[in-house]
């Protein structure tokens, strides 16, 4: 690591097990000059777990985009700079995104690491569809604000992950009952990869119910993973549904047209809605 200019290293670090370290992350602690962590408390005992004493630079939500500019000065100076998180891979829901952005744009090296990342790994086990999928982070934490995201994506046929925090998850899952339906399947993975390590499917509303039963079972970092809408063959909805779909959206919105013709023939809204998207509007 003698560059004229130093390297940036996206190093991703455990997200609960502490063996989940890579041998290619501690090398990398080893040998550069200055940490970069979201938490320099929470990191120090990380790296003092392993018998690693480097320097810190706190880099965070509210520091970052100011910040940034100062460890890239750093960089052009042939500092070698390794980022973390808190856990998991930096820049997923964690600050790091300024920093790369501006590396790039001087052309300073970046170069990721890959590990731990509790989105991903709790989808492989989540038994839902893997091939296609949208990572969306947090949701909103006031009620409004987070229906109208899901109502956002009502109509998303992949697969979708969230994470969510163990004082709003049964608020959470309520907002997704009410605006997807009772009977969407999601699963949720708490504490992956630590003691307590839970990983639950089943319709949202009985899921909503379990965890109502324990209050153990809502605390934690939790993972939502929720299946996409599944396409719907238009052969199963009556022809006089249909058409009175297409009557009322000559006079109202899809939306409320979806849901009226829901009620009276007993179809799900959402494939009302879907259907209108794709013929009539």
């Known amino acids: 690591m003698n560059n004229l200019t130093g390297t940036l290293y996206i190093v991703a ?3 609960g097990n502490l063996q989940d370290i890579t041998q290619r992350a501690l090398d990398i602690f080893s040998q550069v000059d200055l940490i970069a962590a979201e938490d320099t408390r929470h990191s120090g005992l990380l790296l003092s777990h ?6 810190f630079f706190a880099l965070h939500d ?10 890239v000065e750093k ?4 500092i ?30 970046v170069v990721p690491l890959p590990g731990a990342c509790a989105a991903i790994t709790a989808l492989c086990a989540s038994g839902i569809a893997s091939d296609r999928f949208c990572f969306e982070g947090f ?27 163990t004082h709003r998850i049964l608020d959470c899952l309520k907002d997704i009952e009410k605006v997807f339906g009772e009977d969407r399947y999601l699963v949720l993975a708490r504490e992956i990869t630590k003691t307590w390590e839970t990983i639950k499917g089943d319709k949202v509303s009985a899921l909503r ?5 324990d209050p153990n079972r809502t605390k934690g970092e939790m993972v939502l993973i929720i299946e996409g809408i599944q396409k719907q063959d238009n052969n199963d909805i009556s022809s006089q549904a249909i058409k009175a779909l297409k009557l009322l959206v000559k006079e109202l ?28 509007e």
């Open 13 to 15: 670090t455990p997200i």
């Open 50 to 55: 392993y018998g690693i004493k480097k320097p």
């Open 62 to 71: 509210h520091n970052e985009q100011h910040k940034a500019d100062l460890l």
């Open 75 to 78: 960089l052009q100076q042939g």
């Open 80 to 109: 070698n700079i390794a980022l973390i998180s808190d856990a998991g891979t930096p820049l997923i829901s964690d600050p790091g995104f300024h920093l790369v952005r501006k590396c790039r744009q001087v052309d300073i090296k």
């Open 139 to 165: 949701l909103p934490a006031k009620t409004k604000a987070r229906c109208d995201k899901l109502e956002s994506l009502l109509e998303e046929q992949r697969t979708m992950i969230f994470y969510e925090s």
């Open 209 to 213: 119910s379990w965890l109502e039963e």
């Open 253 to 280: 919105p899809l939306k409320k047209a979806a849901a009226i013709v829901a009620e009276l023939y007993g179809y799900k809204k959402n494939e009302l809605y879907q259907l209108g998207l794709e013929h009539l």
